[in-house]
């Protein structure tokens, strides 16, 4: 049996997102110093100040680092992959996953902390995929895991809503899930007039879910694209066309173990590049993070999702 050796001997950078996991990150911080200690790990734990610290923190050590660990949620890794992409550093990312759903190091194994420390420990590198976000020919931002339009984005908005009226709810987040949910719902923004051109496919209709994926699970583990890959050159599609609250529940009940795929308003598709129209103007959703022009959230009526094959090194 061929024994592993560590592979990290200078100080490796952990930066913590407060913010996360409605302060979840923070709360551990104790809890993480001594499992770090623990595995015998040179961590130099930097607590971000911001969302913008936070940027500037990774943008500054991009490159220069071998290994940028970030702690938090989807989020944190969705800012942490921008800049380290946006540097054209050649710096892999470790995940931590202390956030609210966590799907993105869900994907990779990598939702229990010893098996995320193992990983930085040994330097286990692996090359993903991400997808460049593209409007007027403009790069928006990149994607590590998935891109939301429709009624995810929308439910996005209402929880935040939710949270900032009742803080109290941030414990019980399937409950103001299912709140903004219906919220969505009400306001009839649960059905977007919707066209999706891929390679080989033309899709066009109403749809409640239009999900651009390079990871198997969404919405805190629900199997929403079994077959994803984030390493085989493509992102993948799941729509689900316009449908009742109870039906779209029952769906979202099913795809926890991926049954949802055999339902006859869920179409697949996997490609590594998609146009997308829509006549109505649309929010994204990028790693769980609304995307911004300036301070308000972006509307648009279209978008392009362009595969970069490997382009990132993740710790996994």
Same mark, same amino acid.
Request: aromatic share 10%; charged share 20%.
């Given at each position: ?16 997102? *407060? ?10 911080l104790n809890h993480l110093a001594k499992k770090i ?58 995940l931590i996953g202390l956030g609210s759903s966590n ?11 010893? !098996? ?21 020919? !403009? ?17 996005? =908005? ?8 009742? *803080? ?14 219906? !919220? ?38 629900? %199997?929403?694209?079994? =077959?994803?890959?984030? /390493? ?39 490609? /590594? ?6 006549? %109505? ?10 995307? %911004? ?24």
């Amino acid at each position: 049996m061929v024994k592993l050796k560590p592979m990290i001997k200078e100080k490796i950078p952990f930066i913590l997102n *407060p913010a996360a996991g409605s302060g979840r990150s923070l709360a551990k911080l104790n809890h993480l110093a001594k499992k770090i200690r623990y595995f015998d790990l040179p961590a130099e734990i930097i607590i971000s100040k911001s969302e913008d610290h936070l940027k500037e923190l990774t943008r500054q050590l991009a490159g220069k680092e071998k290994i940028i660990v970030g702690i938090g949620g989807d989020s944190t890794f969705h800012f942490m992959a921008n800049e380290i992409l946006r540097s054209e550093g050649n710096s892999a990312l470790g995940l931590i996953g202390l956030g609210s759903s966590n799907d993105i190091p869900r994907n990779f194994g990598l939702l229990d902390l010893n !098996q995320s420390l193992r990983a930085i420990k040994f330097g286990r590198e692996k090359a993903i995929d991400v997808a460049a976000i593209l409007h007027n020919d !403009q790069v928006i931002c990149y994607v590590l895991g998935q891109v939301n339009i429709g009624l995810g984005a929308a439910v996005n =908005q209402y929880a935040a809503s939710i949270f900032r009226r009742w *803080p109290w709810m941030k414990s019980y987040q399937n409950l103001a899930g299912l709140m903004a949910i219906r !919220q969505a719902y009400k306001k009839k923004e649960n059905a977007l007039p919707l066209s999706v051109l891929v390679k080989n496919n033309y899709y066009c209709g109403h749809f409640s879910i239009a999900l651009f994926t390079n990871i198997r699970y969404w919405a805190t583990g629900r %199997k929403i694209a079994p =077959q994803a890959s984030p /390493d085989d050159g493509f992102f993948d599609l799941c729509l689900i066309r316009a449908c009742s609250f109870a039906s779209l529940l029952y769906l979202a009940l099913l795809a926890k173990k991926g049954k949802h795929v055999k339902n006859e308003i869920v179409f697949l598709d996997q490609s /590594d590049y998609f146009v997308i129209n829509s006549e %109505k103007k649309f929010l994204l959703q990028a790693d769980g993070e609304i995307i %911004k022009q300036g301070e308000k959230p972006l509307e648009i009526g279209h978008f392009e999702l362009k595969v970069i094959p490997q382009a990132l090194k993740i710790i996994a």
